[in-house]
């Protein structure tokens, strides 16, 4: 279950709260999967108590959007702790889709590889599985162009390794592979090439024996 | 598995106007933390975004409840216990997540309908509302408060599988005011939220 709070000192309307919470949850809490499954009790709130003075914040406040974006990079912060502690995981994956028809459907693509068991235990196994990635977004349901589909890892520094270019494999140089999935944190990069120019980002970790273990463990 | 400890913050900038706190009501078998609660000096606007799941759990209709006939004002708490879901637990669920709801409010001498309420852990089975509604007794009061050992301990009371706290706090300034965000979560399994 995820569960989470936030609170500010801020002056905030009830009802701009409540825009800037969905804001912030669709673009970060909603960009997360760990192991595929919605909680009964999933819940984030906000608070915002105005003790630090200043005018009140509405939805139509020049601050509004200040504020918004504060509290969505704040969220964002808090729903990847949540990654990193996904039970089992040794990796924490940035996916990043981009050039999708709509931000709905580079959303959808993301979800897809996220809750892959076969691209999750593929990063788990430091194999730079691109197939397993160009499957799930496949099956999708979204509009993509397979002659123009790209797929990259991107390391912490240096070139993206290029798995796929334009729907056409590339020579991987596999202990640059290695280098890469050997490192805590992994970027991917999906571009659809449909022209549309919609990008999201999303969340996920790999998928371990320590998962099964875990779960095989728990009682009710 | 990783060594998680580097994302515990070690200090932190905190809301004006917040205590927290959390302690061990015997919920949990191991006699951890088990319970949280967040107070605001003064009543605050409030939103939240729920589960989609249809089977949704009692606090998250108590909370959804309050929400919408208070029109997310006058909130002065949230309430949230570990270690049982209190989901699939039918009209007495209901009644205890409003039992947790009514009892803060009493403790801080607010209204009855002041806090939301959050519940998490095993899926099936009824609180143990004794010891949480005492838990709530003896937690208001000097028992809250709003050192960063405080906000630590109120994010380890709502750990269930967690291997670590997640608390983050940040400053920003707007039209010359100084204010403070700050914010905890819990999850590390059954995570995939489509929450509205």
């Known amino acids: 279950t995820l569960l989470g709070f936030f609170v500010t000192d801020a002056p905030i309307a009830a009802p701009a709260l409540q825009k800037m919470l969905k804001h912030a949850t669709d673009r970060s809490f909603n960009c997360i999967s760990v192991d595929t499954d919605m909680s009964t009790n999933d819940t984030i709130a906000a608070l915002a108590n105005g003790v630090a003075g200043g005018e009140l914040i509405t939805e139509t406040h020049r601050n509004y959007d200040a504020i918004q974006a504060e509290i969505t990079a704040f969220a964002k912060q808090l729903a990847q702790l949540v990654v990193r502690d996904g039970e089992g995981a040794t990796k924490f994956i940035t996916l990043k889709i981009q050039d999708a028809l709509s931000y709905e459907d580079a959303k959808t693509v993301a979800h897809s590889i996220a809750n892959s068991s076969l691209f999750k235990t593929a990063m788990y196994g430091k194999d730079a599985n691109w197939g397993r990635i160009l499957c799930a977004t496949g099956y999708a349901g979204v509009e993509v162009n397979p002659a123009k589909t790209s797929v990259s890892f991107i390391p912490a520094s240096g070139p993206a390794l290029q798995l796929l270019v334009n729907g056409e494999p590339e020579t991987v140089d596999e202990a640059r592979a290695s280098e890469i999935l050997d490192q805590e944190d992994i970027e991917v990069h999906v571009n659809l090439g449909t022209g549309g120019g919609h990008d999201c980002e999303f969340w996920t970790c790999d998928m371990s024996h320590e998962y099964v273990t875990i779960n095989g463990d728990y009682r009710t | ?196």
């Open chain 2, 1 to 196: 598995i990783l060594d998680k400890s580097r994302f515990v913050p070690s200090s932190g900038s905190y809301p004006q106007g917040y205590k927290v706190g959390a302690l061990a009501t015997g919920v949990k078998k191991s006699n951890a933390l088990d319970l949280s609660i967040l107070a605001s000096s003064v009543p605050a606007s409030a939103a939240a975004v729920f589960t989609t799941n249809k089977f949704q759990a009692a606090p998250v209709l108590a909370s959804k409840d309050i929400l919408s006939t208070t029109g997310g004002q006058n909130i002065s708490a949230i309430v949230i216990n570990s270690g049982c879901a209190n989901a699939v637990t039918g009209e007495g669920g209901l009644k205890d997540a409003y039992t947790m709801v009514e009892t803060v409010g009493r403790e801080l001498g607010v209204g009855s309908r002041s806090a939301l309420v959050m519940s998490t852990g095993v899926i099936g089975q009824r609180l143990q509302i004794d010891k949480i509604t005492r838990g709530i007794t003896e937690l208001v009061g000097p028992q809250l408060g709003s050192s960063h050992e405080h906000w630590l301990s109120c994010a380890r009371g709502i750990m269930t599988t967690d291997t670590f706290p997640k608390l983050v706090s940040k400053r920003f300034e707007l039209d010359g005011v100084t204010y403070s965000l700050a914010g905890l979560a819990k999850g590390a399994g059954m995570i995939c939220p489509n929450m509205a």
